[in-house]
């Protein structure tokens, strides 16, 4: 249920984390936003090691940990988080290592295929106003569902895939 990560894993969940709490404190400073989003839809347990057994946290947790002190900042807004994988022992074990939710701050967990969740997420977003989304696609496989992906493209939002491409 605990991945190794390697250096360049780390570096990916520090920049996402860098980002995501810039984009919150954006967003919600902004008076039209009344609530924000972050998707992960492909989480995984949240929890990592380095390869000398040290833990390290992934972008759930991370993420979790920026938005709910953001929550905390703007008790006006809401603040959503979805967290899927498809294994749910992982999702299971993520649970321990996040913040409590709070009356602006709320999770919702699934466990089934990542691109399947999308399918159900994406066209909800149409019926509301004044959110804002980020979506973080990162295929482990690196296949691409473009017709999961199609409606994040066409409402208000952030969507940032992470491709990884194996050089041989």
């Known amino acids: 249920l605990i991945s190794i990560a390697k250096p360049h894993t780390i570096k990916k969940f520090e920049l996402i984390e860098s980002y995501v709490e810039t984009w919150a404190q954006k967003l919600l400073n902004n008076p039209k936003c009344k609530s924000i989003v972050f998707i992960d839809c492909m989480c995984n347990s949240g929890v990592y090691q380095t390869a ?6 992934g972008t759930p947790v991370r993420v979790a940990r920026i938005l709910r002190d953001a929550a905390g900042q703007y008790p006006g807004k809401q603040i959503y988080i979805y967290l899927n994988d498809n294994n749910p022992e992982k999702i299971e ?3 321990l290592h996040l913040p409590k939710e709070s009356n602006n701050f709320h999770y919702c967990f699934t466990d089934i295929d990542a691109n399947e969740r999308l399918k159900q997420i994406g066209p909800k977003l149409h019926l509301k106003k ?8 990162d295929p482990y496989d690196a296949a691409i569902d473009w017709l999961a992906l199609a409606p994040f493209f066409r ?14």
């Open 52 to 57: 000398d057994g040290e833990t390290v946290y």
């Open 93 to 95: 074990l993520l649970k």
């Open 130 to 137: 004044n959110l804002n989304f980020f979506l973080l696609y």
């Open 155 to 168: 409402n208000w939002g952030e969507v940032l895939i992470n491709h990884m491409v194996f050089g041989f």
